[in-house]
């Protein structure tokens, strides 16, 4: 396990925004892909709706996201699950009513070598917060909640729930003025020990990358609602 997150953490670097990285006519692709592609969940308490970015829909879009994502983080896989045919799936496709909290995509198979994920933006309000800290024990939702914690009979791609991080990080207080502004949406006490290493307004056209390992959530920051693409990768 030790060798594996040195591996990792040779290849991890700051975060990144790649502005102007689709042009208007990418972006109404990506927004037609959304509209064809089937609902795969629709969390009614997160008032969130879930689509897998499935192969075939596409194929054009598929090659121009690989090539661009490829010539900024080199060589990669996917790591986004698989459809019921065992085909990779590009990535997730979320529209947010709500915002979604504290988490970590760091894989569901130990095994794997994460390495980057992005965010692009489909519409145009709406932040993310990506932490300092980091964390590599696999994709986790970090709460205080004591109904989600008892969360064990996890789906496949379902996060695990834990409160690990509040012993992880330090007793540092959390930022109040950044939680006003940007974190309303959680317990400032889940937040204790974090600091921040950016915050992403988001920006159509543009894409966010970031390790894997980094702790983020979005922003209480919501007009209505938001869509944006997440993918992940792994070495």
Known sequence: MNLKIDNIKKLESPPKIIKNIFDKDEII?????????????????????????????????????????KK?????????????????????????????????DAGFELNSQIYKQTLIPLSSVGSTVIFKNRFYDGSTSFTQDPEELKKK???????????IHLKLYGDKPFDTEIHKKYLQHERIENLKG??????????????????????????????????????????
Not at 80 to 98: A, C, R, T, V
Not at 153 to 163: E, H, M, V
Request: contains cysteine; proline residues 2%.
């Open 72 to 104: 900024e983080i080199g060589n990669f896989q996917m790591d986004n699950l698989k459809d019921e045919n065992g085909k990779d799936i590009f990535g997730l496709i979320q529209e947010s009513y709500n915002p979604i909290g504290l988490h970590v």
């Open 29 to 69: 692709s990506f927004l037609n892909l959304y509209k064809n592609l089937p609902v795969t969940i629709h969390n009614k308490k997160q008032n969130v709706i879930k689509k897998r970015w499935l192969q075939g829909y596409d194929s054009k879009l598929e090659t121009i996201f690989c090539n661009r994502l």
């Open 153 to 163: 009979d996890l789906k496949y791609g379902q996060n695990k729930r834990s409160d």
């Open 194 to 235: 974090l600091e921040v290493e950016l915050i992403y307004e988001w920006e159509v056209g543009s894409m966010l990358i970031f390790d894997r390992s980094h702790l983020h959530c979005s922003s209480s920051v919501i007009e209505g609602k938001k869509i944006g693409i997440a993918t992940f990768t792994k070495r």
